[in-house]
Structure formats: structure tokens, C-alpha cells
């Protein structure tokens, strides 16, 4: 190669978030695949793998990594999302979508952990629905809009399946 970086810092931190909640979601048992092209806000987009109601029931993520938190009463205070990005996980969807925000170390080489036992992904995700927040009107690219994402709202293969429980798909048929 000639020496230049193809994938800049922040590339290479969007892409270990993606693949980060990728082997969550394989840890479940769930499908996680990338929406052809990219052009609605949608990062990620996770199924259940069984037909449920006629239906395979999926929600559609959209992931931020962030390496220099800011956390005040029990919330990271996210304020790196545009208000046109903030507009696409708002209000009722017939697929839910969700915020997913991944802590991740400064340095790239802290990103993994290999050992003879385990790999070890570093740091955290966490979730948020914006189901509920109203959509600014003449939203702007350029704008920011603060998030709190509940640091209780910790992301595990776990949770990634409760995350289906409002629409009754946790149990099984």
C-alpha cells in the first residue's frame, strides 16, 4: 500500500459499532444485515429468524459510536445526532426503530481483546426508542439535537431479544 489511511478514524469507529451489535445479535440467535443502499437512516436491520403471525417480525437500528462520553444522572448525554438523523428514528413506525449507542475506547487497538478463551469486544452499547419525541419541523443536517440514552438500557443478548417483548415475539410459538 502507499502508506495512506484508507479507513480514517472515524470510519473505522462506525464500522466496529456495526459489527459490535452484529455479533450481539448473532449471540441471539437473531439475523442482522445491512439495508442496500443506505438512504433512510437505518444502519442495521435485526429479525427474528421464525415466523411469527404470518410475519418475521425485524426492527431497524441505527448505530452512533461515541469515545468521549458524557454522562450526568444515570444517562449519556448524546449530542453528536443531526436533527435530520434525529427525525428518522422519531414517531410511531410499523418497524420499530431504535437508537443504539456504543461506547467505544479512544484507540482503535483497544477495540478487541483476543485470548485463548474468549474475545472480548470493548466497551458498551446501550439503546434508546424515540418512538415517542416529536419531529422537529425543517430539520436541518447541520443542527444537533441532544439524546439521553439510559445507561440502564445496557445492550445484551438479552436485552436485544426483550427488545422484541412489546411485540410479543420473545416466546416462543
Not at 452512533?64 to 427525525?87: A, C, H, I, Q, V
Not at 419541523?137 to 439510559?150: A, E, F, G, I, R
Amino acid at each position: 500500500m502507499d502508506g495512506r489511511e484508507y479507513l480514517d478514524r472515524y470510519n473505522h469507529q462506525g464500522w466496529y459499532g456495526e459489527c459490535f451489535v452484529q455479533a450481539l445479535a448473532s449471540a441471539a440467535g437473531l439475523q442482522a444485515y445491512k439495508p442496500v443502499p443506505d438512504c433512510t437512516g437505518v444502519d442495521l436491520q435485526i429479525a427474528l429468524p421464525r415466523e411469527i403471525d404470518d410475519d418475521f417480525p425485524r426492527m431497524e437500528v441505527q448505530v452512533k459510536t461515541w469515545s468521549t462520553p458524557k454522562e450526568r444522572d444515570g444517562f449519556w448525554r448524546y449530542d453528536r445526532l443531526n436533527e435530520n438523523r434525529f427525525n428518522l428514528l422519531t414517531g410511531k413506525r410499523r418497524v420499530p426503530r431504535y437508537l443504539f449507542l456504543l461506547i467505544v475506547p479512544p484507540d482503535a487497538e483497544r477495540y478487541a481483546v483476543a485470548t485463548e478463551d474468549s474475545l472480548t469486544l470493548t466497551r458498551a452499547a446501550y439503546w434508546v426508542s424515540l418512538a415517542d419525541e416529536p419531529k422537529i419541523l425543517n430539520p436541518s443536517s447541520s443542527s444537533y439535537v441532544q439524546v439521553s440514552v439510559p445507561k440502564s438500557n445496557l445492550l445484551t443478548v438479552e436485552s436485544l431479544l426483550k427488545l422484541f417483548d412489546p411485540l410479543r415475539l420473545v416466546e416462543a410459538p
